[in-house]
């Protein structure tokens, strides 16, 4: 089965520590996107990469970082600068098409839940 | 400013019933994708619908149906007839064709009562 996959769902840690995110595709798309969700304010983007080994920053990539060495793989740390890592996060991918071509539809992993004390 | 605006946090209405999530998004470009997707409680978020915006017909597709109107940059979605199992919260985003991002709205959480 083709699809995104997220480990671990919950993932607890402590204050000061870096975590890192696990996200795989197996749909042998492009683009690959991290989101961080809180109650009521939506999906946020952290970090995306159109192509392996580059990247760009989104709305809210202070205290993050990713990297894309294969295609299939796009791992996000929190880093302990984030000041307030706990929340939901998704990663999604979709084919990309260049800068001004379609944009078609994200696929979401099921999300991994972080709670940092 | 937000790009993309859903006005109603929380919907809930009764089994059966029709509903109507909206959406108000704000873009310059002329070429641009909207979409909606579902969150159930699990979690993972579920595609369900890409509209560019050179296409302006409405769809329907079984009990939902999308209402796209430039001159209002708005892109409603309308659930008929709603079930339990439509209880979610729902998400507009948008995506312009001069940036590599997908813009969200804060998303309509619905509930529908049995």
């Known amino acids: 089965d083709g699809g995104i996959t997220q480990s671990p769902k919950y993932l607890f840690r402590k204050e000061g520590q870096n975590v890192t995110l696990s996200c795989e595709q197996n749909l042998n798309h492009d683009a690959m996107y991290w989101y961080r969700q809180d109650p009521g304010q939506g999906l946020r983007l952290i970090y995306y990469s159109q192509i392996v080994n580059d990247f760009q920053k989104g709305d809210i990539a202070e205290g993050y970082s990713v990297s894309r060495e294969k295609k299939e793989s796009f791992p996000l740390t929190v880093t302990s600068a984030q000041k307030n890592p706990t929340a939901f996060y998704l990663c999604?991918?979709?084919?990309?098409?260049?800068?001004?071509?379609?944009?078609?539809?994200?696929?979401f992993g099921p999300g991994t839940r972080l709670t940092v004390t | 400013a937000q790009k993309v605006t859903q006005a109603q946090t929380e919907i809930s209405v009764v089994e059966k019933e029709d509903v109507t999530l909206d959406c108000v998004y704000e873009t310059r470009d002329t070429t641009y994708y909207l979409f909606w997707y579902k969150q159930p409680p699990s979690g993972e978020l579920v595609f369900l619908i890409r509209?560019?915006?050179?296409?302006?017909q409405n769809e329907i597709s079984g009990r939902y149906s999308w209402n796209f109107q430039k001159s209002t940059s708005s892109f409603n979605f309308t659930i008929t007839a709603s079930q339990v199992v439509d209880s979610a919260v729902y998400f507009c985003?948008?995506?312009?064709?001069?940036?590599?991002?997908?813009?969200f709205g804060t998303g309509t959480s619905l509930t529908v009562i049995p």
């Open positions: 985003a948008l995506s312009e064709a001069t940036t590599n991002q997908f813009y």
């Open positions: 509209r560019n915006s050179f296409d302006e």
């Open positions: 999604a991918s979709s084919p990309y098409a260049g800068l001004a071509g379609v944009r078609y539809e994200q696929y």
